[in-house]
């Protein structure tokens, strides 16, 4: 067990090992959307007919782009972007609740994964987490409203 209280750059750089340790395994992605159907089986219904080996590696990048974003990589921040109008209402429609579960199943497959995890990896984790996925979510409605306003000066 680490201490909690380390700096904001020491958490971030935490955080960054342990994903470098778990991101090329192979079954971790598998593992994640597992757990996530276990812990909020309805999620499922928004993957039915998607490819989900594709959607592995798009959840890799995500969780990629969550984290350089916070240290400030435009690029980053872009991709973030997209992401958010791609699940945004007018989309994929993915409704903000879900994102605790996507959290909480994520965390808990890094745990499983990660051979270097320890207790205070999982405050990290959600300290880093909750800044892009908290965009995310204020972002659900936005391209709604963006998409109505376009077309009321049509």
Not at 115 to 141: A, K, N, R, V
Request: aromatic fraction near 16%; include cysteine.
């Amino acid at each position: 067990m680490r201490k909690r209280n380390i700096s904001w750059e020491e958490k971030i750089n935490e955080v960054n090992n342990s994903f470098e340790r778990i991101k090329d395994h192979r079954r971790f992605p598998r593992e994640f959307y597992r757990q996530m159907f276990k812990i909020k089986p309805e999620i499922e219904e928004y993957f039915k007919d998607i490819d989900l080996e594709h959607q592995e590696k798009l959840l890799l990048d995500g969780i990629k782009f969550c984290l350089d974003s916070i240290q400030g990589d435009k690029l980053a921040k872009i991709q973030l972007i997209q992401i958010s109008q791609t699940h945004s209402q007018v989309n994929l429609n993915i409704n903000p609740k879900y994102y605790y579960y996507f959290i909480e199943s994520f965390i808990r497959c890094v745990n499983k994964y990660d051979p270097e995890w320890y207790d205070d990896m999982e405050y990290y984790w959600h300290e880093i987490l909750m800044g892009p996925i908290s965009f995310m979510i204020s972002q659900y409605y936005r391209y709604t409203e963006i998409g109505q306003q376009d077309k009321l000066k049509a």
